[in-house]
């Protein structure tokens, strides 16, 4: 029985504990967390808490746990250097750990070793029902997102450290935490970029010690560039002492070796000199390079991530490593639990990269910069200017970020700007950490931190300042109805959600003379006494965004606050007036938008938007987009109202508004037997422009005949009496498993057959695991089509056309490839545009355009060809030279698109493509061009050696099982089919998923009647292809040529 996990965490120090133990207080999760070391960390290694960490622990209840060993508190800095004669030291300043503008709980660093802290870690986990396993570490994992497990699509490979056992488990999530050598993250094949090991090298020993020093009980930087080297030292409490110091190994030795702890000791008395320092007990000593890096990349396909010092290393100089991971930990664990509950889309687990990695770039440039300043000397003979000024500056300077309160995330998904007008500005930001609050509970009246009376259980929290009843009341009620309406938050999961609600005064705040001051949490947190806010703060105690408490929004407000604040409400029958091209009014989640000046502009044309004028058009945008994309499109005052509720039941009611007419009558869905039937069925549903398009092409049609009769003219040489009741159609592209031979072609504006457009075709190519090749030319923006692929390195591809504008090509591979897209097809079949007369002939109405290209559809003297008309950024003059180019900026897997001769298809094997496509490009550009199958049959008799270098597949003409089979017995590796996925979205999304299992279901049956039961069995001579052989050429310019049986009839 496979064992199967809702996360496999790899790494038991505070890192991976940390992401432990907030999942399992957000619910029942089923946690695999192993470690290769056979026991916890005893005591030393890391050791410093961060108030910003110690807050988060706080909400967790850890901060007791932590506090019940008396660590050492750190309240106060000194700063020495060597006296002015060099002949012993001084003390030059001191500084608090944290100054007064710092709005913290915590003004001190709280300082235990890591041995305790792992321990209170264990001690809470064991307490929930989990244990770490021991002496086991990872060896491999895979994606398998269409095997027997779709739920866990993780496979994990586990063995012991000894080697004597294995396991293999699956799970949804996999968590790095196995510190700076990651085994994960070596194997997400992740670099570490800008790790820079330096020469300075530095020893660190934990100890009971007796000294004279006056500041040994003191936080304590010591730097003396001139004379020797640099000192910390860092009190634990209960006479414990840290203290690292600078250590000079000779070239090549390794500086654990050299730093044995005498000379540790002897250097730290050398350096304090006049004053001495005895040891009673020493718990821990190591040694250290000191080096910063960043891994590349935090996670792979939103399954697979890493944290801690697996993804960024810096010095311990500022005591930041365990804090920066804890916080990582803590951000991916909230976002993990809010998928899971289906609160949130799979795709914004890639805020945790976006969020996490941009403040550890801030803090590696930080470390840099201050381990630096420790480290160096000034060589001798230099002016002796004391060091301190400059050390002192940039500690005090940096003390916001190292606290952990100067971590601001950047506007995205998360975290919106702030349209609210606090006359605090620094108070609220989005990004940042809920500042403090003590206010009074009304229930009970005790005073209570505002920021930590909810603990951390996965919930967003809004927190409404309410002002003065008088003038706000009004505003609350309305707020309170919109929370309410239909479309809020609240109505859509108030199944799956406990919503708790809580009620404080604002007077706990006390002024000079002793008073309780009114409304000193609002004023702290920028907002006017009498009008209020709103904040909403994230699960991890972080600003979403600041809303303003009002009865109607301001013009320059947010789409959130418009949800929140209430915006105008509008009855059904006024919708249902501005129901025109020049008065375009759209209903889109409750809210009404004039759609007017969009609709000319709108990608999939304007027919997409008109034909929903003064309508609900809800369910198809919904089908196709986020529900704040519409939101972050347009400006605000395009947002008309909110939908009345109260007017469905008028007898104005327009039945229409709520829903759209149906699309035009068409035979059921399940009725459909072949693609043969989409075609029809789409020739009868789709605009004329859209069908003359798909439909269209070159001239006199020659070569998209060929493609599709030809096939016809290959029979079948069954083999009979062989068991044939087991059959399996999967094959292996590109290295990845998947169900069927066959690839979703990238057609061009899919837009025009469904609103859904190529975001339904890889939705659907997703679930029957197979893989959809995404155009450049698509109508929707390729973020947006693979939102809601959990695996698009597994599901997705991505062909390209190279642009005239070279350095436009270069910066979408670099989108492309961030997405999780390993594969590029290049075409190089379609330097210009072919004549295709039909589409030429039928004006386009409205405007067509493609995001990813920048190019608009546009009726000219030659007619309103899309394909002319929107490929005038395609580069003629790309050849076989650019190639070299292009494979430098794609660092993934080539195809190369287009190949109609054997000469070509040898040239591309020679620049190192991993596949090949047979094409004509569906008989659209150079009419009389060979169909793929001829040059198919051109390749196995001149070029057989070829199908063992690379993957050759095949499109054009194919329409049936058979044909796939009849393409894969010649040796194709798979076939690219785009027509028909076309038509097939005339039923939405479900129409692709419906051809993929009508060409499956023929596809084994053809394998049976033929007498296979594997694709691998499919071998030439079970096909005739006598009807085409005289058809091949002859003569070609290359010398491979082998003689290729004859299958006979």
Request: with cysteine.
């Amino acid at each position: 029985m496979t064992e199967c996990y809702d996360i496999v965490v790899v790494g038991a120090g505070p890192v991976g504990l940390m992401l432990s133990a907030c999942l399992l207080r957000l619910g029942p999760y089923k946690i695999k967390h192993i470690d290769q070391r056979p026991f916890p960390t005893k005591t030393g290694r890391a050791a410093g808490i961060q108030a910003r960490a110690l807050d988060v622990l706080q909400n967790l209840d850890l901060k007791r746990a932590i506090m019940s060993y008396n660590p050492g508190r750190v309240y106060e800095v000194a700063f020495w250097d060597a006296s002015n004669d060099a002949r012993g030291i001084r003390r030059t300043g001191t500084a608090k750990s944290y100054p007064d503008y710092i709005d913290t709980r915590h003004p001190f660093s709280t300082l235990l070793h890591q041995g305790r802290i792992e321990k209170i870690f264990l001690d809470d986990l064991r307490e929930r029902g989990l244990e770490i396993q021991r002496t086991w570490t990872i060896t491999g994992f895979r994606n398998e997102p269409c095997g027997e497990y779709p739920d866990h699509p993780l496979v994990v490979d586990l063995v012991s450290v000894d080697g004597r056992e294995g396991s293999t488990v699956r799970t949804k999530y996999l968590f790095g935490a196995d510190g700076p050598r990651s085994r994960v993250r070596d194997l997400l094949g992740v670099p570490m970029l800008s790790k820079d090991p330096t020469m300075h090298v530095w020893s660190v020993i934990d100890g009971v010690v007796k000294s004279d020093f006056p500041d040994i009980q003191v936080h304590t930087h010591f730097v003396e560039y001139w004379i020797t080297r640099s000192v910390m030292i860092i009190p634990h409490g209960n006479n414990v002492v840290r203290i690292y110091a600078q250590m000079f190994p000779k070239n090549g030795q390794e500086p654990l070796a050299f730093a044995t702890v005498p000379k540790i000791q002897q250097s730290a008395n050398e350096i304090l000199a006049p004053y001495k320092v005895e040891w009673e007990r020493v718990d821990w000593h190591s040694a250290y390079r000191i080096g910063q890096g960043l891994a590349s990349n935090y996670s792979l396909d939103e399954r697979v991530f890493i944290g801690g010092d697996a993804c960024h290393t810096h010095s311990p100089k500022a005591g930041q490593g365990m804090n920066y991971g804890f916080l990582d930990a803590h951000n991916l664990a909230w976002k993990l639990h809010l998928v899971e509950s289906g609160f949130l889309r799979r795709s914004l687990l890639k805020t945790y990269e976006g969020e996490r990695k941009l403040v550890a770039a801030k803090l590696i440039e930080f470390d840099a910069t201050y381990a630096n300043l420790f480290s160096s000397r000034q060589p001798a003979g230099e002016n002796k200017v004391a060091p301190s000024s400059e050390f002192v500056q940039v500690f005090k300077q940096n003390t916001f970020l190292t606290s952990g309160y100067g971590v601001e995330y950047p506007v995205n998904s998360l975290t919106w700007p702030s349209t609210s007008t606090p006359s605090n500005t620094t108070a609220l930001r989005p990004g940042r950490s809920f500042p403090t609050a003590t206010v009074t509970r009304v229930i009970d009246a005790h005073p209570v931190y505002l920021e930590q009376e909810i603990p951390f259980n996965g919930s967003y929290r809004i927190y409404i300042f309410a002002g003065k009843p008088a003038t706000t009341s009004t505003a609350i009620f309305d707020l309170a109805d919109n929370l309410q309406a239909k479309s809020s938050i609240f109505r859509r999961y108030q199944r799956n959600v406990d919503i708790s609600y809580h009620v404080y005064a604002d007077d706990r705040e006390m002024s000079q003379g002793g008073e309780a001051t009114e409304r000193s949490a609002h004023v702290k947190m920028g907002f006017d006494a009498e009008k209020g806010g709103i904040v909403v703060v994230r699960p991890d105690g972080y600003v979403g965004c600041v809303l303003d408490l009002y009865l109607s929004p301001p013009p320059t407000c947010s789409p959130c606050q418009l949800r929140m604040a209430g915006p105008k409400r509008i009855s059904a029958a006024e919708v249902a007036q501005h129901c025109s091209p020049s008065d375009c009014w759209v209903v889109i989640n409750d809210q009404i938008w004039d759609l007017t000046e969009l609709a000319p502009d709108h990608p999939g044309g304007c027919g997409a938007i008109l034909r929903y004028a003064g309508q609900d058009a809800s369910q198809a945008y919904n089908e196709v987009h986020t529900p704040d994309l519409i939101s972050k499109t347009l400006t605000t005052d395009k947002l008309i109202g909110q939908l009345d509720q109260s007017s469905f039941h008028a007898k104005s009611y327009n039945n229409s508004v709520r829903e759209a007419a149906p699309p035009p009558n068409k035979k059921p869905l399940s009725t459909i037997l072949s693609a043969h039937e989409f075609e029809r069925v789409a020739q009868t549903t789709f605009s004329k422009k859209a069908w003359t398009f798909y439909s269209s092409a070159a001239t006199d049609l020659v070569s998209v005949n060929a493609n599709r009769s030809l096939y016809n003219r290959i029979w079948f040489r069954p083999r009979l009496l062989r068991n044939v009741q087991d059959i399996s159609t999967q094959c292996t592209i590109q290295g990845v498993e998947c169900s069927l031979p066959v690839i979703v072609a990238p057609v061009a504006l899919a837009r025009l057959a469904n609103p859904i457009g190529e975001k339904g075709l890889a939705r659907a190519a997703a679930s029957r695991g197979i893989f959809h090749c995404i155009p450049i030319t698509a109508s929707i923006p390729i973020e947006d089509i693979t939102s809601d692929i959990l695996s698009p390195s597994t599901t997705c591809f991505f062909q390209l056309y190279v642009a005239k504008d070279r350095t436009a090509s270069e910066s979408l591979l670099r989108r492309v490839w961030k997405l999780g897209i390993h594969t590029l097809f290049v075409t190089i079949d379609a330097p210009v545009a072919g004549k295709r007369e039909a589409d030429e002939k039928v004006k386009a109405e409205e405007i067509i355009s493609m995001p990813m290209t920048g190019t608009r559809s546009k009726n000219d003297g030659a007619g309103s060809g899309l394909t002319r008309t929107t490929g005038s950024f395609i580069d003629s003059s790309f050849c076989w030279e650019d190639l070299a180019w292009l494979k430098q900026q794609w660092p993934g897997r080539l195809v190369i698109k287009g190949i109609q001769s054997v000469e070509d298809a040898q040239m591309a094997v020679e620049v190192g493509v991993s596949g090949i496509v047979l094409s004509n490009h569906g008989g659209r550009n150079l009419d009389t061009s060979p169909p793929g199958l001829l040059t198919l049959l051109e390749l196995r008799r001149h070029l057989p050696s070829i199908f063992s270098q690379v993957e050759v597949y095949i499109d054009g003409g194919i329409r049936r099982g058979t044909d796939i089979l009849k393409a894969v017995c010649l040796g194709a590796r798979a076939v690219l089919i785009g027509r028909p996925f076309l038509y097939s979205l005339a039923y939405g999304e479900d129409g692709p998923k419906h051809l993929v299992d009508i060409l499956q279901a023929e596809l084994e049956t053809a394998m049976k009647l033929v007498g296979i039961t594997d694709l691998s069995q499919a071998n030439p001579a079970l096909i005739n292809t006598q009807d085409l052989d005289h058809l091949v050429v002859r003569d070609v310019g290359i010398t491979d040529a082998l003689e290729v049986p004859r299958a006979k009839m």
